[in-house]
T-cell receptor, first 110, second 112 residues
Framework: NAGVTQTPKFRVLKTGQSMTLLCAQD?????MYWYRQDPGMGLRLIHY???????AKGEVPDGYNVSRLKKQNFLLGLESAAPSQTSVYFC?????????FGPGTRLLVL | GQQVMQIPQYQHVQEGEDFTTYCNSS?????IQWYKQRPGGHPVFLIQ?????EVKKQKRLTFQFGEAKKNSSLHITATQTTDVGTYFC????????????FGKGTLLTVNP
């Protein structure tokens, strides 16, 4: 029972490159979320999903896209990375109010 | 929009001292949650408070929810080095219980 896993753990990108972050959960939770965490800014919601095949914008969605083709997976895409997207990205899942977080992906955009 | 403010932003204590962090919301909350994030780690759920004036304890940690359900506090008695980390409060976002607005957190460091 792995809980929530994220791939990759760390990545360095050049400005303009694209990449996809993968979040996988084995808890059968309906809700999934992508957050970014920057120093002094707390956790900010990028996009979220209330079930398979659904996605919605959060607080800071610009520059990101998401997909939830399977219930257990939630993908976060950066089409053209910018230095401002350097951050730690956390995926989270929930059945109701309590959220369970993955270990995070550290992304550096040069 | 809804804001959740947390103070202080940082707190450094000597081991054995007490610690308190405060959380204030611009709107009335149906519930409030607290999470802890160890350095280099991910946020981990600690507790949820639902009732007005509710007080819950977990060993040396005491959580309170204000009477007006707009503020909350976390108090740690006799801190230990294992308490080091950032403590976040979070409340439902936009009337939806499955979306949360997080405070910016309080970073606690403990000098042994």
């Amino acid at each position: 029972n792995a809980g929530v896993t994220q791939t990759p753990k760390f990545r360095v990108l050049k400005t303009g490159q694209s990449m996809t972050l993968l979040c996988a959960q084995d808890m059968n939770h309906e809700y999934m979320y992508w957050y970014r965490q920057d120093p002094g800014m707390g956790l900010r919601l990028i996009h979220y999903s209330v079930g398979e095949g659904t996605t919605a914008k959060g607080e800071v969605p610009d520059g990101y896209n998401v997909s939830r083709l399977k219930k257990q997976n939630f993908l976060l895409g950066l089409e053209s990375a910018a230095p401002s997207q350097t951050s730690v990205y956390f995926c989270a899942t929930s059945r109701s109010e309590t959220q369970y977080f993955g270990p995070g992906t550290r992304l550096l955009v040069l | 929009g809804q804001q959740v403010m947390q103070i202080p932003q940082y707190q450094h204590v000597q081991e054995g001292e007490d610690f308190t962090t405060y959380c204030n919301s611009s709107t009335t909350l149906s519930n409030i949650q607290w999470y802890k994030q160890r350095p280099g780690g991910h946020p981990v759920f600690l507790i949820q408070l639902v009732k007005s004036g509710e007080v819950k304890k977990q060993k040396r940690l005491t959580f309170q929810f204000g009477e007006a359900k707009k503020n909350s506090s976390l108090h740690i008695t006799a801190t230990q080095t294992t308490d080091v980390g950032t403590y976040f409060c979070a409340g439902p976002r936009g009337g939806s219980n499955y979306k949360l607005t997080f405070g910016k957190g309080t970073l606690l460091t403990v000098n042994p």
